[in-house]
Structure formats: structure tokens, C-alpha cells
């Protein structure tokens, strides 16, 4: 096929439909074939997650409420979600669409936007691109690609478009592509599509159809932003992301423990750590995000973008403390990720710090000691639960190599 | 170099600080140990029980002795009312 090159550029959306369960699912593949769906969390509303295409057969829709999902299909298996594992394989995603050149903004876990205009010319047009970025997507997570002269009639093409298929929307298709689709595929809340439905309108064209001020007296800011989207939307560009940091300290606790005191102690040792790493050195930690593996085999994660960039270890475990509170189950190991950090910057250093020598000297004879005996040779206690009855679980050996 | 923060070398373990030691303990009738790895016991200072974690499957029960051997040496020792054995432990 002979591609020419674009002359407007071309938003791709990039889709995977049910990311985060098919991550899921990858520890237990055979469930694929089987009615399963993930699991809501804990504390929140039961409503599923998305489902497998057996479940889906059997009556079971995401979104659906736990008890009335299980009523439809008895056999319908809950997974546990896996977000730790989603965030690693969609990580990967990313990634190596960024090894092929593309400049990427992910959206969510499974939708990611990028431009094609830079790259058309080394893959010999718009659809060898949107190919090769299917191929960089792995063919195990049946993705999908849209394109289009605006992001959301790329995510439409997206939403449409089977798996393994680059739908490319031209610019003058737009608004006859987008008139048939549901309304679902707008941000809204479920309020206010009840409201549009009981208005009779069902579809994006029919939204498209309406007098943009009216939609706005009726529907607020939101209703207007909807209605913009169902025209084609605004002509954003696509920022390419900064790659993440890669700096990350890990802690397995030598039981499974539960108590959010001695979990506390963990992270702030954890922190400390990390930010010790040399790759920190100099740069002020922007984003940060707590990972636990649990006793029940799943994972948990939280991130957390601080005010203001920060490399205080007590600022940093005081913003992540409070996310102890929401973890589920014991954890079996706890791991801080420095996910975005600040260019270096330089810093005004004291002329005379006190103890300065005292604590160069050390660093330097610890240095020699694992120079010559190896790295997890020198370590720090921490106390983990002081008030504990017996001895061996009040502190832990940790590990330090910096 | 720098652990690759992916890599399984970034995991670190950590260890339990104060870990139970096997020891060699001769007990009277009543259970108070005469005998510590072979050194006789001079005094018995202080004697207490732990029992905890008994909603586990891995419950404590331990009966807790700290001792003076003949030789000086202060120390403290236990028996495990759970899996058995005598242990001697520091910061008890």
C-alpha cells in the first residue's frame, strides 16, 4: 500500500479494552476462556470491572453490580485486581512505543494518544506507522489504534475499531463517523446521560445536532464540553511524555504484616533509601508511588504528586503515610518509586556543615567495608514494632548501599 | 553501580534483628534451667511468659529465664512451649 505523508496531523489513540483486567489475568491466563471479571475494590461502590467476552455472552456487562453480575452467572470468577502488575506491563507499553519513535501521552491504563507526523517518513506513511505502532504494542493485548485530525474522534475510532485494527477517520468523514456512536463514549456522568436520554438523545450526532447554548443552559459546563466532543472537539496537540524516573527501593518484611505503625516505620525507612539513591542526586522528587505486594497474591499502588517538588525524606513519608491506611491486606513487601523527579538543580550547600567530617569519614570507612565484604553488607536497624512483646519482630536489619 | 530499579538486584531482604538461638539447657523437675551450654547456672534473676499471636496459626508461647552462668555471664534464655526447644535470645 503507498501512504502519502499527512498534511494536518494525525492524533492516533491507542486502545487495549479491559487493560487492567487482561494485566490481571496474565497470572492465570487460562481464565481468559472462562465468565470472569475484575473484582471491585475494596471500600468502594461493587460494581464490576471489565469482563471477559465469556462473560460478557452470559448476560455480565461492566459496571454491572456485584450481586446482580453473580445472580446472571453463577460461574462468574472475580479477579482480584493486579494494579502494580497493570502499571508494569503498561509501562512496557509505553515504552516500547516510545522505542519506535513516537512521541507518547498515555491518558489512562490502556489508552494512550500520539502524533504520527514525525514518524511517517521512516515507516513510509500513516498506516505503516499505525502498524508498526500495533506491532510495538504486543499482539497478546488485542489493541486497537484510531486516527483522526482530533483526540476525541480518534478515541471514537478507537472505541470501533476491532482488534489488531488502525481505523483511520479522514477529516472530512469526522462528523458522519461520529453521529451514529453512543453517548457512552463521553465523559460524563451517569446523571447526566440519564438526563440526555430522557431528552430523547442517544446518540453523538443528535448531541452534535443541538444549539451549543442551549446544551450549556441545560447541561452546565459539562453538557457544553460534551457537546464539543461530539462535534470532533477542540484541535489539541499531543504532548509526548517525560519518561518516568527509574529510581526504586523494595523491602520484603520477612512476614506478612498488617500493622499500619509498623508498615509506617517500613516506608520511612524505605523513603530514606531511596532517596539516597545516586540517580536522585540533585534532582527533587516531583511524583511518588507506594506499590505493596499482598498476602492474597495481588498487589496495591498509590501515587501521589506532591505541592511542590521535595527531596525531604520526612515531607515524602508524611504525604505517603496516610495511603497505609487503604491497603487491604498484609503486606508482604513495600516498595517506594520516585516515578517523576526534577531536572538537577543546584543547591546551596552550608561552608562549614556541622559534623561534616564526623559523617564523610564514616561514609567513607562504610564504603571501604563494602568494597571489600560486598554489597548488603552494611545495614541499618530500623525498629519496626519497638512495643512488641517478642524480641526478633521489634527491628529489622536494612540493608544500605548508599 | 546503580541497581536498575526493574531489576530483581533492587529488592533488598530484610533481616530480624535479635533472632532465637538454639541453646543446650538442663532443666530441673520444675522447669527452671540448671545448666546453659554446659555452664551451671549461679542465679535465676527473673522468670516471665510470652503469650501472644495465639489467634495464628503460629502461636508464642514462650517461658523466658534470665540467668547468671557460674562463668559471670548474664543471659537469657527460654523454652518454647509451642515447638519445644530452649533458645537463648538477646534484648529479651
Same mark, same amino acid.
Given at each position: ?6 498534511? %494536518? ?12 483486567? +487482561? ?28 469482563? =471477559? ?21 453463577? @460461574? ?67 489493541? @486497537? ?14 472505541? %470501533? ?43 453523538? *450526532? ?55 505503625? =509498623? ?23 516531583? +511524583? ?34 496516610? +495511603? ?49 565484604? *560486598?554489597?548488603?553488607? %552494611?545495614? =541499618?536497624?530500623?525498629? %519496626? ?7 526478633? =519482630? ?9 | ?16 534483628? &535479635? ?8 532443666? &530441673? ?7 546453659? &551450654? ?35 555471664? &548474664? ?18
Amino acid at each position: 500500500m503507498c501512504s502519502c505523508r499527512t498534511r %494536518v496531523p494525525v492524533i492516533a489513540c491507542l486502545s487495549i479494552p479491559g487493560f487492567e483486567l +487482561k494485566a490481571a489475568l496474565r497470572r492465570s491466563p487460562a481464565l481468559a476462556l472462562h465468565p470472569a471479571a475484575l473484582a471491585p475494590e475494596p471500600g468502594v461502590e461493587p460494581l464490576l470491572g471489565p469482563v =471477559t467476552a465469556a462473560a460478557e455472552a452470559a448476560g455480565v456487562r461492566p459496571g454491572m453490580r456485584l450481586g446482580e453480575a453473580l445472580a446472571t452467572c453463577p @460461574r462468574l470468577v472475580l479477579v482480584d485486581p493486579d494494579p502494580a502488575a497493570a502499571e508494569r506491563a503498561w509501562e512496557e507499553i509505553v515504552r516500547s512505543l516510545e522505542d519506535a519513535g513516537f512521541a507518547v501521552e498515555p491518558a489512562a491504563l490502556g489508552v494512550a494518544y500520539f502524533e504520527t507526523r514525525g514518524v511517517e517518513r521512516l515507516y513510509g506513511g500513516l498506516e505503516p506507522a499505525l502498524r508498526r505502532a500495533l506491532a510495538a504494542a504486543g499482539g497478546a493485548w488485542d489493541a @486497537r489504534i484510531g486516527a483522526a485530525a482530533r483526540r476525541f474522534a480518534a478515541l471514537a475510532a478507537a472505541s %470501533v475499531a476491532k482488534p489488531g485494527q488502525a481505523l483511520v477517520v479522514r477529516d472530512e468523514e469526522m462528523g458522519r463517523f461520529l453521529a451514529p456512536l453512543p453517548l457512552s463514549l463521553l465523559p460524563l456522568e451517569r446523571q447526566r446521560y440519564e438526563e440526555l436520554e430522557a431528552l430523547g438523545v442517544r446518540k453523538l *450526532g443528535q448531541l452534535a445536532g443541538l444549539p451549543g447554548g442551549a446544551v450549556a443552559e441545560r447541561l452546565g459546563p459539562d453538557g457544553r464540553r460534551a457537546w464539543s466532543l461530539a462535534r470532533g472537539g477542540a484541535a489539541a496537540r499531543v504532548r509526548g511524555r517525560r519518561p518516568p524516573a527509574e529510581v526504586a527501593e523494595s523491602l520484603e518484611l520477612p512476614e506478612a504484616v498488617g500493622n499500619e505503625l =509498623t508498615l509506617r516505620r517500613a516506608l520511612g525507612a524505605l523513603v530514606e533509601t531511596v532517596l539516597a539513591h545516586p540517580e536522585r542526586r540533585d534532582r527533587f522528587v516531583r +511524583k511518588v508511588a507506594l506499590v505493596a505486594r499482598l498476602v492474597g497474591g495481588g498487589s496495591w499502588r498509590r501515587s501521589l504528586t506532591l505541592r511542590e517538588p521535595s527531596a525531604d525524606a520526612d515531607r515524602i513519608r508524611i504525604a505517603l503515610a496516610p +495511603k497505609l491506611a487503604e491497603l487491604p491486606e498484609p503486606v508482604l513487601e513495600l516498595r517506594v518509586e520516585l516515578v517523576e523527579l526534577t531536572e538537577p538543580a543546584g543547591r546551596q550547600l552550608e561552608l562549614l556543615a556541622a559534623g561534616a567530617e564526623d559523617r564523610s569519614r564514616l561514609r567513607e570507612g562504610l564504603r571501604q567495608v563494602r568494597a571489600s565484604t *560486598g554489597s548488603g553488607s %552494611v545495614c =541499618t536497624v530500623v525498629e %519496626v514494632a519497638p512495643w512488641s512483646r517478642i524480641p526478633e =519482630t521489634r527491628a529489622l536489619f536494612v540493608p544500605r548501599d548508599d | 553501580m546503580v541497581a536498575h530499579s526493574r531489576d530483581a538486584r533492587a529488592v533488598r531482604s530484610a533481616g530480624r534483628l &535479635n533472632e532465637p538461638r538454639p541453646a543446650r539447657v538442663e532443666a &530441673n523437675f520444675d522447669g527452671t534451667p540448671w545448666q546453659v &551450654n554446659h555452664q551451671p547456672v549461679a542465679v535465676l534473676r527473673e522468670e516471665w511468659r510470652v503469650l501472644d499471636r495465639w489467634w495464628t496459626e503460629e502461636p508464642v508461647v514462650r517461658r523466658y529465664f534470665e540467668v547468671v552462668l557460674e562463668s559471670g555471664e &548474664n543471659t537469657v534464655v527460654f523454652h518454647d512451649g509451642a515447638g519445644g526447644g530452649w533458645f537463648t535470645q538477646r534484648g529479651a
